[in-house]
C-alpha cells in the first residue's frame, strides 16, 4: 500500500509560482513512474506531468516551458515547480504514483487570480 501526501499549493497572481511536493510513504521499495494531474471545476481530470525513475519525463502541451517536474528517487518524492502561472491553470492538483497499481492524493488547490 501507498500513501500519497500533497503539499504547496495555494493562492497567487498570474505571473506567479509555485512548487508542489508529493512525498510516497509505505511498503515502498522504488515507484515507476510518479507525476501530477488536475481538474478544474466542470472539467475533466488531465494530465499535467509525469516522470519515470529514469527521469524520462511527459508534460501536457498546456503547460511546457512554464512547469517543471522532478524527482527524488531516494524519497520517493516528486516536486512539480510552476512558473508563470496563469488563471486556466486554477484546479485541484493530484499526485499520482504507479507501483503495481495506481494511486492517487487527495488533491491540493491551486488558486490563480487574474
Known amino acids: 500500500q501507498v500513501q500519497l501526501v500533497e503539499s504547496g499549493g495555494g493562492l497567487v497572481q498570474a505571473g506567479g509560482s509555485l512548487r508542489l511536493s508529493c512525498a510516497a510513504s509505505g511498503s515502498i521499495f522504488s515507484i515507476m513512474v510518479m507525476g501530477w494531474y488536475r481538474q478544474a471545476p466542470g472539467k475533466q481530470r488531465e494530465l499535467v506531468a509525469t516522470?519515470?525513475?529514469?527521469?524520462?519525463?511527459n508534460y501536457a502541451d498546456s503547460v511546457k516551458g512554464r512547469f517543471t517536474i522532478s524527482r527524488d528517487n531516494a524519497k520517493n518524492t516528486v516536486y512539480l515547480q510552476m512558473n508563470s502561472l496563469k488563471p486556466e491553470d486554477t484546479a485541484v492538483y493530484y499526485c499520482?504514483?504507479?507501483?503495481?497499481?495506481?494511486?492517487w492524493g487527495r488533491g491540493i488547490q491551486v488558486t490563480v487570480s487574474s
Open positions: 516522470m519515470t525513475t529514469a527521469s524520462t519525463t
Open positions: 499520482h504514483a504507479v507501483y503495481g497499481k495506481n494511486y
